[in-house]
């Protein structure tokens, strides 16, 4: 499409008017309708396919009109710094600790991931 400006036009209406017919405002942010709802609390999902070009791999299902919910993505999350101090590490769990229902930590990194906070991560020898 680089020089092709009226391919570029008819996309970027075509994409404006899925938006609009999904009832999706031009504005939306991606977590207002991408998002894990657990106890009743909204959590959004950054991410997407690969072909999209981003490196958070989420897949996610239509709920209804303009919402999201992922179903298979990052598993781990991990930020490496390599420095004089050695490795020094950051990361999340994507499914938490487990996956159980019935788990206490069944969404317990869910909150880090929705706000893409990362805890420190001690290396082990």
Do not use: C
């Not at 970027?12 to 609390?41: K, N, P, R």
């Not at 303009?66 to 179903?71: A, D, H, I, S, T």
């Amino acid at each position: 499409l680089a020089g092709n400006r009226a391919a570029l036009e008819t996309a970027l209406g075509q994409a404006v008017a899925e938006l609009q017919a999904q009832g999706v405002a031009l504005d939306a942010t991606l977590g207002s309708v991408q998002f894990i709802e657990a106890a009743g609390v909204r959590h959004p999902i950054a991410g997407g396919e690969e072909y999209e070009g981003v490196l958070n791999k989420m897949q996610v299902r239509k709920l209804d009109a303009g919402r999201y919910q992922p179903y298979v993505g990052t598993g781990w999350l991990q930020i490496v710094a390599l420095g004089d101090e050695g490795a020094q590490a950051e990361g999340f769990l994507g499914y938490s600790q487990s996956t159980d229902p019935l788990s206490p930590h069944r969404h317990d990194q869910l909150p880090l991931q929705s706000t893409l906070t990362t805890r420190p991560m001690p290396a082990l020898r």
